[in-house]
């Protein structure tokens, strides 16, 4: 069987398999889908399950033998500082930093997916690699934008533009190693991010793993927050009757105040953030290797094999969502009639133990998003019924051009 070549026809196609095979079933020869919630949650715990990190390859460069790291010691120290940073001064500052990006380019026409995406990034950066100087700060965000252009981009750039953008990304490597260096021998501070506790654990990690580790939130960031954001101005476009509901409740409500508890502190606001989450999950697909044999009844998936996993297809499934197609905030009221089957059905943020450690601080952005666009912004959509979503790395609104201007 071949691959259709556009992706929204690849995805339409493997909702139709999905929805006639049980959500088990081979893409290809080399692809086992496994769309069903209840296998996509027990493939992953199993497949994770005393994952550990080797430098094989450098090892054996080097002549050595770097001590086994396992996943959940890197894990517990990103949930660790995470922790430590979910406080309002925190949250307070992030905010601060999306309303910067965005005050600077008040009143200017723009792709309102490329400012989403901007205002994401931007202001996640210091929480993930703080302290940079311009120059350094500069040379890592276009290596961020590289990544996400071609994610996003339907066409693969020209062999010059891709030659560009690993020389981007070696330089940026050099960053971060530069900067785990001179944490580590007290040539610069050390910050409050999720950079700062593998400077303690260079020791044992070794400067090749620790840039790993930092590359994998780095692109963490890069891709699903801002493609998510985009989607939410999108939805608050579309839904009138929304706006006016979260504009009733935000009006009085502290941002900074949503990181205790945003059920109970904007309970609206949280389900339509839920909501946008899963109707456009970001990625639509997680590709990935299983380390064990699975007998997973419609199908068996032998050890090094690949297998994908997809909240999207999940979030979109009428086995388990009424209406799976339809936006609607309130599915996520306590006992409403179309909402989750079960926990294992909402999963925009994947499966222990490798779900994401930013779920929370990605929470409180969309929220905080929602405010400053129902407080502090007025958002405008040139010629709205040309706005699309495609379907790419993630869904991305298309043709979304318009303004964001002073309340
Ligand atoms: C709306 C925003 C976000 C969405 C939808 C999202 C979604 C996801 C998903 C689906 C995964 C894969 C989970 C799996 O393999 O089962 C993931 C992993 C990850 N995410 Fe996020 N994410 C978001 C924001 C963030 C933020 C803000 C951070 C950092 C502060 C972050 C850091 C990570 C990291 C480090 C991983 C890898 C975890 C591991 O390998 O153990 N994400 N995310």
């Known amino acids: 069987m071949t691959t259709p070549q556009h992706p929204d026809d690849f995805l339409h196609m493997m909702r139709m398999r999905s929805a006639s095979e049980q959500g088990i079933f081979w893409v290809d020869d080399e692809r086992l889908a496994v769309f069903e919630p209840e296998a996509a949650r027990r493939v992953s715990a199993t497949n994770w399950h005393g994952f550990t990190m080797h430098d094989r390859l450098i090892d054996v460069v080097?002549?050595?033998?770097?001590?086994?790291?396992?996943?959940?010691?890197?894990?517990?120290?990103?949930?660790?500082?995470?922790?430590?940073?979910?406080?309002?001064?925190?949250?307070?500052?992030?905010?601060?930093?999306?309303e910067r990006i965005i005050d600077a380019r008040l009143g200017e026409d723009v792709d309102l997916t490329m400012l989403a995406q901007d205002?994401?990034?931007?202001?996640l950066l210091p929480l993930a690699l703080g302290g940079l100087t311009a120059?350094?700060?500069?040379?890592?965000?276009?290596?961020?934008?590289?990544?996400?252009?071609?994610?996003?981009?339907?066409?693969?750039?020209?062999?010059?533009?891709?030659?560009?953008?690993?020389?981007?990304?070696?330089?940026?490597?050099?960053?971060?190693?530069?900067?785990?260096?001179?944490?580590?021998?007290?040539?610069?501070?050390?910050?409050?991010?999720?950079?700062?506790?593998?400077?303690?654990?260079?020791?044992e990690l070794g400067m090749?793993?620790?840039?790993?580790?930092?590359?994998?939130?780095?692109?963490?960031?890069?891709?699903?927050?801002?493609?998510?954001?985009?989607s939410l101005l999108y939805e608050f476009s579309r839904q009138p009757e929304w706006r006016t509901r979260l504009t009733d409740e935000l009006s009085g409500v502290d941002p900074a105040a949503f990181r205790a508890?945003?059920?109970?502190?904007?309970?609206?606001?949280?389900?339509?953030?839920k909501e946008v989450l899963r109707l456009w999950s970001p990625p639509l697909l997680l590709v990935r290797r299983s380390t064990y044999a699975?007998?997973?009844g419609r199908a068996r998936l032998g050890a090094g094999e690949w297998y994908l996993l997809s909240p999207h297809m999940i979030h979109r499934d009428e086995r388990v969502w009424k209406q799976p197609d339809v936006f609607d905030p309130d599915r996520f009221l306590p006992g409403a009639p179309h909402g989750p089957a079960?926990?294992?059905?909402?999963?925009?943020?994947?499966?222990?133990?490798?779900?994401c450690i930013g779920a929370n601080i990605a929470t409180v952005q969309l929220m905080a998003l929602c405010h400053q666009l129902c407080t502090r912004y007025h958002l405008t959509v040139d010629r709205p019924q040309e706005v699309t979503m495609a379907?790419?790395?993630?869904?991305?609104?298309?043709?979304?051009h318009g303004r964001l201007t002073p309340r």
């Open 208 to 230: 090749d793993r620790a840039l790993d580790v930092v590359t994998a939130v780095l692109t963490a960031i890069a891709g699903p927050p801002g493609t998510a954001a985009a």
């Open 62 to 98: 080097r002549r050595r033998t770097s001590p086994e790291m396992p996943w959940s010691r890197i894990r517990a120290a990103w949930l660790t500082q995470l922790h430590a940073l979910a406080t309002a001064e925190h949250h307070g500052h992030l905010i601060e930093r999306m």
């Open 261 to 273: 508890a945003p059920t109970s502190e904007a309970p609206v606001t949280h389900r339509f953030v």
């Open 119 to 123: 205002v994401a990034v931007r202001s």
């Open 294 to 296: 699975f007998d997973l």
């Open 391 to 400: 379907l790419r790395f993630a869904p991305v609104p298309e043709n979304f």
């Open 135 to 203: 120059a350094e700060s500069n040379l890592v965000r276009r290596d961020l934008e590289g990544k996400l252009l071609r994610l996003v981009s339907p066409e693969p750039g020209s062999a010059w533009q891709q030659l560009r953008f690993v020389g981007v990304q070696v330089r940026s490597g050099l960053v971060v190693r530069r900067v785990l260096r001179q944490r580590a021998n007290g040539r610069r501070g050390r910050e409050p991010d999720l950079t700062d506790p593998f400077v303690d654990l260079l020791p």
């Open 342 to 355: 079960d926990r294992t059905c909402y999963v925009p943020f994947g499966w222990a133990p490798k779900k």
